[in-house]
């Protein structure tokens, strides 16, 4: 019997590699159609993100320009320093009450010399434009330097947080009428003194530098005590979390024997990397403070809160990564003679250090960004002055960045808000950078086996 004879049809059933049957039809379509969903959740999550930082930058980029008022006077040395020895401790004595009534009086003879009061405007409505810290800022600076006594000099004084918000857009003449911290007049004089080029908005490094403010002085509120306390607490994670967690997981990975007890160990090392950080933050209040005393709203007691939450995320990276060296590198090393520890230290470490300093970079990122441990802790208190330099300063109290936000989105002032959106703008910088500094490591020290 012939191959045409046992076919039916008689004909033989041929295909070609050319030509696509319905089975591999169905194939390509199904992967095109993967394609099509594959993009369009990369659209929508590049939409999203772009949308959130519009939002982000369109509120907070205002808040790295604020309002100031420039004129010059001549600083009064029979009142600001009245034993005339030009001496900053006994100059010190004359309180911001005493700048402040210098301060008001230049303004009002720099306006009025102008001649651009609108009718019916009061000496104190003049004096009302300026912020309450402008004063404390001339006192600082007239400490620095007491040869400006008796010398005419520019004056840039803080303006009022609701001049200041006229020029950003948040406060129009109609609801100057309703606002009891700022009337019609002052707008108008206001908008007459940007156009003399008495008044400007310029870019503010206080908003980096400077501490915190009171609810009743939007305008002068800083990132400057947060920062610090940040930096602290990062400096303490990065002390502590990074040796504890690398050691630990070269151990587990590397030495540790496999039985009954490292399998606990790792159930509850994943268990902690999934723990909710205000659990952290509960933990650190019970023992850091409660029992060990140490003070509250301080960096030191921030940084071991966020190195308890950080240890279990490098512990779980770090092994991951030592987990993809190829055990032939191990194989090769111990084949010609060299330890256990040789082989781990000279050869598979060296290896996975790129995704070891990946994940211990994203963990610090990560912690960067926490809150509710922190506000558990205290660092939510109102934080006015500088903490010292290291060791001595983080037992000091202090704030952070993140902290910071949440507290000026608390606060009834719209000009918080946007205090609020150029701190997160400032920590989404911070976290800009360490990533990028974990890409950059990481090329570094790749190697290729």
Request: hydrophobic share 50%.
């Amino acid at each position: 019997m012939t191959d045409i004879s046992a076919h039916p049809s008689g004909k033989r059933k041929t295909s070609s590699l050319l030509q696509l049957d319905a089975r591999t039809k169905r194939r390509n379509a199904a992967e095109r159609r993967f394609q099509i969903y594959g993009l369009v959740c990369i659209g929508i999550a590049m939409v999203a993100l772009v949308m959130l930082l519009v939002s982000i930058f369109s509120g907070g980029a205002s808040a790295f320009r604020q309002t100031f008022a420039t004129f010059e006077m001549t600083l009064p040395a029979e009142t600001l320093d009245p034993d005339g020895n030009r001496n900053p401790e006994e100059m010190a004595k004359v309180t911001t009450i005493g700048y402040q009534n210098v301060l008001r009086q230049g303004l009002v003879t720099a306006v009025r010399g102008a001649n651009i009061v609108p009718e019916g405007m009061t000496d104190a409505d003049i004096t009302g434009m300026l912020s309450p810290e402008a004063a404390a800022d001339l006192r600082n600076r007239v400490l620095n330097n007491p040869e400006l006594l008796g010398q005419q000099v520019e004056i840039d004084a803080l303006a009022h947080g609701r001049i200041d918000g006229y020029f950003k857009g948040r406060v129009t003449m109609q609801s100057a009428e309703r606002d009891a911290n700022v009337t019609p007049q002052r707008l108008q004089l206001a908008q007459a003194m940007a156009d003399n080029g008495l008044m400007a908005l310029r870019f503010n490094w206080g908003f980096v530098t400077k501490p915190d403010a009171s609810d009743q002085r939007p305008e002068a509120a800083g990132l400057g005590v947060a920062l610090l306390g940040s930096l602290y607490m990062m400096l303490v994670v990065l002390v502590l979390s990074v040796p504890i967690g690398v050691a630990a997981s070269i151990y587990l990975e590397e030495f540790a024997p496999k039985n009954r007890w490292t399998d606990v160990i790792e159930v509850n090392i994943s268990n902690l990397a999934a723990v909710p950080s205000i659990v952290f933050g509960i933990l650190g209040l019970a023992i850091f403070i409660n029992f060990f005393h140490l003070p509250q709203s301080a960096s030191i007691v921030g940084g071991l809160v966020l190195t308890l939450m950080t240890i279990p995320t490098i512990i779980i990276s770090t092994r991951a990564a030592l987990r993809a060296v190829p055990p032939s590198i191990r194989d090769a090393a111990l084949g010609v003679g060299a330890s256990r520890m040789q082989a781990v230290f000279h050869h598979v470490l060296p290896l996975a250090m790129p995704g070891i300093l990946t994940g211990t970079i994203i963990g610090l990122a990560q912690a960067l960004g926490e809150t509710a441990p922190l506000l558990l802790i205290g660092m939510v208190a109102f934080v006015r002055d500088y903490p010292d330099g290291p060791p001595a300063g983080l037992f000091d109290p202090a704030s952070a960045l993140p902290v910071q936000v949440y507290n000026w989105t608390q606060r009834a002032d719209p000009a918080f808000v946007e205090r609020s959106s150029g701190a997160i703008i400032v920590l989404l910088a911070f976290l800009l950078v360490m990533n990028a500094v974990a890409i950059i490591l990481r090329r570094k020290f790749e190697r290729r086996w």
